[in-house]
Antibody, heavy 118, light 107 residues
């Protein structure tokens, strides 16, 4: 079955780089049309799409954070990574990864909470 | 960016009631509209993709439709487990964007 699971540092200091990992199974990111995305949600707020990487290795970013984001995948196509540079308190959120086969996110991870605090 | 305006933000309702949530896009999205349910523990469940297609395992009490620029999620008869947050999302063009959410709560 399809599963995705996010992992991250839990807490980090302002100005540091946040590194997140999405480990998945039950599907191949090399399948034509497949996309894995990162989405985040500050407590009590709506969802914000951050970035995506597709089966062909093409990358897509939210322009509002593009200069700070880097999405990548491993060569075995079982993990997707997200780095956010120069974090501040506004980056405190739950971060989700999700799969998009061709329309809509059909599987989501449980989310990982990240707190930025000095 | 395409703005997704979702209404209402809060929807008190009773068990067995029929409810509808609306999402309006700031520009055309050609049916590329999806719906999600989020429970208080943060778990997100996909409900509908491409306006009206039910995701696997979603009960038929859920349906999606479009009327002009308005996209709707309808629950025909509310069950206890349906009380949750609901979000719409467009994936017609980048950046993909979400609505502000609707809290469906027990009246």
């Amino acid at each position: 079955q399809v599963t995705l699971k996010e992992s991250g540092p839990g807490m980090l200091q302002p100005s540091k780089t946040l590194s997140l990992t999405c480990s998945f199974s039950g599907f191949s990111l090399s399948t034509s049309g497949m996309v894995v995305s990162w989405i985040r949600q500050p407590s009590g707020k709506s969802l914000e799409w951050l970035a995506a990487i597709d089966w062909d290795g093409d990358k897509y970013y939210n322009p509002s954070l593009k200069s700070r984001l880097t999405v990548s995948k491993d060569t075995s196509n079982t993990q997707v990574f997200l780095k956010i540079t120069s974090v501040d308190i506004a980056d405190t959120a739950t971060y989700y990864c999700a799969r998009r086969p061709w329309s809509g996110f059909d599987y989501w991870g449980q989310g990982v909470m990240v707190t930025v605090s000095s | 960016d395409i703005q997704m305006t979702q209404s209402p933000s809060s929807l008190p309702a009773s068990l067995g009631e029929r409810v509808t949530i609306i999402c309006r896009a700031s520009q055309g999205i050609s049916n590329n509209l999806n719906w999600y349910q989020q429970k208080p523990d943060g778990t997100i469940k996909p409900l509908i993709y491409y306006t009206s297609n039910l995701q696997s395992g979603v009960p038929s009490s859920f349906s999606g439709s479009r009327s002009g620029t308005d996209y709707s999620l309808t629950i025909s008869s509310l069950e206890p487990e349906d009380f949750a947050m609901y979000y719409c999302q467009q994936d017609a063009s980048f950046p993909w964007t979400f609505g502000g959410g609707t809290k469906l709560e027990l009246k």
